[in-house]
């Protein structure tokens, strides 16, 4: 979800809905960049920490 378009308050909402939509069906929700934002639904993963990479 690329919000960077947006006026602060407008994607605070969007921002607001989307993580209430992932919270109810059992997703996630990544912070790529300050108002960028990958949205999984359950069992998908996100990005890999440095740590997981090592693994």
Do not use: H, I, N
């Amino acid at each position: 979800m690329d919000l960077t378009k947006l006026p602060d308050s407008e994607a605070k909402q969007f921002v607001d809905f989307a993580a209430g939509l992932v919270f109810g069906r059992g997703g996630d929700m990544d912070r790529l960049s300050p108002k960028v934002f990958l949205l999984m639904p359950r069992g998908m993963t996100g990005r890999s920490s440095a740590a997981d990479e090592a693994q």
